[in-house]
């Protein structure tokens, strides 16, 4: 079974291939549950993937038969778990593969300086780690191209980890654009007893802070709406309708407008002027040409037009 497998992955007789047969025959049984209106089409994203993969253990294992025939360099003596002097030791030197330290634990330096406190994150702490690493992933390619291999891979975890939170790429996506709809809805909530023309300006300040603060999540939530998969299509609709229904809810509360912030005329000019804020805060994050005073400027005199027209 071992060769086998290693012979179907062109890989050295090590084992890597038979492993790799394993996980393949998984996600093909995975690829086709998810996508049973189209299994041709799943087979093939499905290929992709393992070729990907299979090149990727290829080299990685031709690599390791080079190195085994490598006369092996004298080993200096393992330091003191404290380290050196001066110097990080086991338990205070930065983890490479993880950009400088291992994410899922948070460390704090004991007293002296001599070792590390350790924690493991929390359930919530770690979905939250997954989630702002999709964020940035989906706000740089299309929900096509995004790959779990690659979410687990920057967020430092197995696929089996990020599967236990997430059972599907759909859902994952899903995950990522309800948090940011949260989020704004959060932020963007109307004070009661006060005016709209009173709250909107300082409103969209504090939105647009978010919108720099949080240019990934921003991108990848608005993607959502150009994704193949019409589940995560719907989850960003339905966030786009909790937004308008806010407005509208406070437009219909204010003396100003009263019964008419009820009304379908209206109710399409808060939708045109959502999709107008939108393309404005895109095109501020992909070029920076104006300032945020005058990107909110622009926003308060385009509703004001919309709802007085």
């Not at 205070?92 to 950009?99: D, E, H, N, S, Y």
Request: proline share 6%.
């Amino acid at each position: 079974m071992t060769l086998l497998g290693d012979a179907a992955h062109l890989t050295p007789p090590l084992g890597a291939g038979a492993n790799l047969a394993v996980l393949d025959g998984a996600e093909l049984t995975e690829a086709l549950a998810a996508g049973p209106a189209d299994p041709d089409e799943a087979v093939r994203a499905f290929e992709e993937r393992m070729r990907e993969r299979a090149g990727r253990w290829a080299r990685i294992t031709a690599a390791g038969v080079e190195r085994l025939g490598e006369p092996r360099p004298r080993r200096s003596p393992r330091p003191a778990r404290g380290g050196p002097p001066g110097g990080p030791g086991l338990l205070t030197a930065p983890c490479a593969a993880w950009g400088g330290a291992r994410p899922q634990y948070s460390a704090a330096m004991t007293d002296g300086g001599r070792a590390r406190v350790r924690r493991r994150l929390s359930t919530e702490e770690r979905r939250e780690q997954l989630l702002s690493v999709g964020a940035r992933l989906f706000s740089d390619d299309p929900y096509e191209d995004v790959r779990i291999e690659r979410v687990a891979e920057l967020a430092g975890v197995s696929r089996g980890l990020l599967y236990h939170y997430f059972p599907t790429k759909r859902d994952f996506f899903a995950a990522v654009v309800a948090r940011e709809s949260e989020r704004m809805l959060r932020m963007t909530a109307a004070v009661p007893g006060v005016s709209v023309r009173a709250q909107l300006p300082a409103g969209l300040d504090i939105f647009l802070g978010y919108v720099a603060e949080h240019a990934h999540g921003f991108r990848a939530f608005h993607r959502a709406d150009a994704a193949g998969d019409r589940a995560v299509r719907q989850v960003y609709r339905r966030s786009l309708a909790a937004q308008e229904r806010q407005i509208l809810a406070a437009l219909a509360a204010d003396p100003e407008f009263g019964p008419a912030g009820e009304g379908p005329e209206l109710r399409m000019a808060v939708r045109g002027w959502l999709a107008f804020t939108t393309a404005v805060c895109l095109e501020w994050l992909r070029h920076g040409e104006l300032s945020r005073e005058q990107v909110r400027d622009l926003c308060v005199r385009a509703l004001w037009g919309a709802v007085s027209a």
